[in-house]
Nanobody, 115 residues
Framework: QVRLVESGGGLVQAGGSLRLSCAASGTIFSPNVMGWYRQAPGNERELVATLNSGGTTNYDDSVKGRFTISRDNAKNTVSLQMNSLKPEDTAVYYC?????????WGKGTLVTVSS
């Protein structure tokens, strides 16, 4: 299937920036949707942003204007540029790949935003 490996998480001050990256390997079916989701303690996993292989983006309202998702189809990578970070952005961020019945997840990377 598809293996996803995230990188780029860490500790950042409120108002700062981080860039998350996800590398996909295996059989990459197209068209597909890749994206980022996050889960904070006590909360359900929630959408951050998605970007399909045709270039269509979808952002959660909470990150619009602050986060930007991008992908390099040739390199099978997807990134999330996070600016103006807030303490409520603190969560484990997961990379996701979807192709019809295929739904693959990375192991996650922790983003901690201090106030």
């Amino acid at each position: 299937q598809v293996r996803l490996v995230e990188s780029g998480g860490g500790l950042v001050q409120a108002g700062g920036s981080l860039r998350l990256s996800c590398a996909a390997s295996g059989t990459i079916f197209s068209p597909n949707v890749m994206g980022w989701y996050r889960q904070a303690p006590g909360n359900e996993r929630e959408l951050v942003a998605t970007l399909n292989s045709g270039g269509t983006t979808n952002y959660d309202d909470s990150v619009k204007g602050r986060f930007t998702i991008s992908r390099d189809n040739a390199k099978n990578t997807v990134s999330l540029q996070m600016n103006s970070l807030k303490p409520e952005d603190t969560a484990v961020y997961y990379c996701n790949f979807r192709f019809y019945g295929i739904n693959s997840w990375g192991k996650g990377t922790l983003v901690t935003v201090s106030s």
